[in-house]
């Protein structure tokens, strides 16, 4: 990753594809693997180790949401929180928001910790109809193995994202229900 490599990587719900969020050559091949139209669709986001690194990418966070992160971090939750100038216009977008994952999954947390700061990430996606995502790493490298640099084989992954939570508005909105339990924002 220090290098621009791409990873596919196991989180605590679904597969991730991710580089270093300082390369942007591969933040654009990531993008561009995607595809135009999966771009759109696609939650690009940051997974971080832990929350010490918030304050480098959003702007100041409101203390009862701060408090349900930590309640609910790491586990299988993206907070969606307004992004700061640190974070690339082509990952905030127009609406310059940023997402932000602490997965609770040993593989992707150690290589986050040892890379020192947040990985720029997004959903390894199935072409599939019936089935939105891949769970079989075999199946993953078959598909990714000549995009990336590496795929990581964590055992099979879920086939159910993470739950999708907006801060933008400074109050919590659960904008998709996935695999966390949404009665932890109660």
Partial sequence: MRDGGIVIFPTDTIYGMGCDIYKPKAVEKIISILGEEDKKKSALSFICHDLSHLSDFTTPIENHIFKAMKRALPGPYTFILNAN??????????KKTVGIRVPDNSIIRAIVEELGHPIFSTSVKDDD???EYTTDPELIYEKYGDLVDITIDGGYGDNVASTVVDCTSGEIEIVREGKGDCTVFD
């Fill in 85 to 94: 100038n640190q974070v690339p216009k082509m990952i905030h977008g127009a």
């Fill in 129 to 131: 109809e019936i089935v």
